[in-house]
């Protein structure tokens, strides 16, 4: 079974930091493409950061230079590391992971910026 568990939300001013982590159970990360995945109120859903099986990154626009995305394989963890953080970058931030047909999430957690 498939599980992912955010954790490392919570509210900050902006320009600060936060480290979030998703860890997963019943993959190996390392073998997998893990997404991160950021949902802000009366918007769509959009990919924030994505770290392929082989370890290469790619960023949305909006966060390139600010966030980082990195995994542990021995603790079968990905985390995101955001820098700078804006008000903007309130959302649910949530971890994804694509296994056969089917799509894994975890329940999210709530980062919220204040100017």
């Known amino acids: 079974q498939v599980q992912l568990v955010e954790s490392g939300g919570g509210l900050v001013q902006a320009g600060g930091s936060l480290r979030l982590s998703c860890v997963v159970s019943g993959v190996t990360v390392s073998l997998y493409a893990i997404g991160w995945y950021r949902q802000a109120p009366g918007k769509q859903r959009e990919l924030v950061a994505r770290i392929s099986s082989g370890g290469s990154t790619n960023y949305a626009d909006s966060v390139k230079g600010r966030f980082a995305i990195s995994r542990d394989n021995v603790k079968n963890t990905v985390y995101l590391r955001m820098n700078s953080l804006k008000p903007e970058d309130t959302a649910i931030y949530s971890c994804?992971?694509?296994?056969?047909?089917?799509?894994?999430w975890g329940q999210g957690t709530q980062v919220t910026v204040s100017s």
């Open positions: 994804n992971v694509v296994r056969g047909a089917t799509n894994y």
